[in-house]
């Protein structure tokens, strides 16, 4: 019977798991809890082919416990029904380990049918999932479990996965296979982390190569897939790399925030560069560079006209523009901390001066009385409460340390008169 190269060698000790040397080297916090025997419920969480399923296969071996696998986007309450069916019983003498992979796509109700038994010991959960549990995984079911991630492989790692499947896949044949130069590091860089899917081009390599007796670079390049990099619209690297993408751009790394914004366009993602450009020329250079909002936005609708690849142009211009511009969150802080206010109830009447008086019996309500009229003075300026009378001495913008913003507050301490800040 036919069996996947990646299921033919998966290991069957921890010593021979590649990875996941934080969780799972001598000494490690996982280790050490297979080892003890007591194995609590838990969840696997980490992108495809880094161990997750492997690790649980090994812990029901060491373990002595009946292991069933289910995978949530297929099974159902009735399934787990069944499972329960079989505690008490010679078919699971030392209780079931229950590796339910995907977990996310179970539904409240499902997830909850778990519960009871997770609590008695009789099934021990090892969940798995390629999304944040803190996000899918409902709560009672967290409170139950022990949250462990997995990370992707390191290309080192996923380099012995793949020299020690060539001899397994060299063994017994009269004439092994020769693999050509760099075809084996190419494997390992193109799988993105993933252990799984370099296993399976090497199997699809070494079949096309039984007549030939060789794998050439060029074939090695036609099948692997194109996925050097996770990237997922929906998941966690979509909003991982979208949240290095700004943090490199505020922490003025221009090269870090090129990195990041080549990884969004090579997956084929216009809009989400886009957008947060426009947020992070508004939210991180601010007032600092007041024209770089116009500038991005210029760039981000000819990027959006033109498409890709030719969008990479002026995007990589609005890029590296916010990433050497001054920076400035006085902006934002000021609508943070006014919102704040607002929201905790902190709000006052709108001022009689300030209320609209252009309507008959405005002038009878007061409406309007006492209002004087900016222009009419030196400077466009004078002196008045436009606060609402609880928050008259509230201060909400603090002009930015930046030339821009000092300027401007130079140019104010000077008209109103005043030698410290405003």
């Keep these: 019977m036919y069996r996947p190269l990646a299921d033919e060698i998966r290991p069957t000790d921890l010593d021979q798991v590649v990875g996941q040397e934080h969780i799972l080297a001598p000494g490690g916090v996982l280790r050490r809890v297979i080892e003890s025997g007591n194995i609590p419920n838990m969840i696997f969480y980490g992108p495809s082919g880094v161990g997750k399923s492997t690790v649980a296969s090994i812990i029901a071996q060491q373990t002595n416990r009946t292991l ?15 499972i329960i069916g079989e505690l008490d019983t010679f078919m699971a003498p030392g209780g079931v380990l229950l590796y ?10 499902q997830q909850q049918s778990l519960l009871e038994f997770m609590e008695n ?14 996000f899918y995984v409902f709560g009672a079911v967290l409170s139950r479990a022990t949250v462990f991630e997995f990370k992707p492989l390191t290309p080192e790692a996923v380099e012995q996965a793949v020299t020690r499947a060539i001899g397994l896949l060299n063994e017994g044949r009269d004439a092994p296979v020769t693999v050509e130069e760099g075809v084996e590091e190419h494997i390992v860089l193109s799988c993105g982390g993933d252990v799984r899917k370099a296993l399976n081009a090497l199997e699809l390599l070494f079949s096309a190569a039984s007549t030939t007796g060789v794998i050439t670079l060029q074939d090695a390049e036609a099948v692997s897939q194109r996925s050097a990099m996770r990237y997922d619209r929906d998941g966690d690297a979509h909003y991982d790399i979208l949240s290095a993408f700004q ?8 090269d870090a925030a090129i990195h990041y914004l080549a990884r969004l366009l090579e997956a084929g993602d216009l809009i989400s560069p886009c957008r947060r450009l426009l947020v992070i020329a508004a939210e991180d250079i601010g007032l600092a560079h007041p024209q770089a909002l116009s500038i991005v936005k210029a760039c981000v609708d000819s ?23 001054p920076k400035s969150n006085s902006a934002i802080m000021a609508i943070i901390t006014a919102r704040a206010d607002i929201q905790a109830g902190h709000i006052g009447e709108v001022p009689d001066s300030l209320k609209d008086a252009h309507y008959g019996g405005a002038a009878k309500l ?12 030196p400077n466009h300026y004078v002196k008045q409460q436009f606060l609402p009378e609880p928050l008259r ?3 909400y913008y603090r002009f930015g340390d930046n030339k821009a913003e000092q300027a401007a507050k130079k140019y104010w301490d000077i008209v109103k008169g ?3 800040s405003e």
């Design 68 to 82: 069933r696998k289910l995978n949530a986007t297929t099974a159902g309450i009735a399934d787990i029904k069944e």
């Design 100 to 109: 339910l992979d995907e977990i996310q796509y179970f539904n409240k109700k």
């Design 393 to 395: 001495d509230k201060t």
């Design 121 to 134: 010991g009789k099934i021990t959960l090892i969940a798995s999932t390629t999304e944040n549990p803190y």
């Design 418 to 420: 005043e030698s410290g």
């Design 247 to 254: 943090k490199s751009i505020r922490g003025s790394d221009p």
């Design 366 to 377: 007061g409406r309007g009385k006492g209002y004087l009229y900016s222009h009419d003075y």
């Design 303 to 325: 990027a959006r006209e033109i498409g890709l690849p030719e969008a990479q142009l002026p995007l990589a211009a609005a890029t590296l523009l916010l990433a050497t511009s």
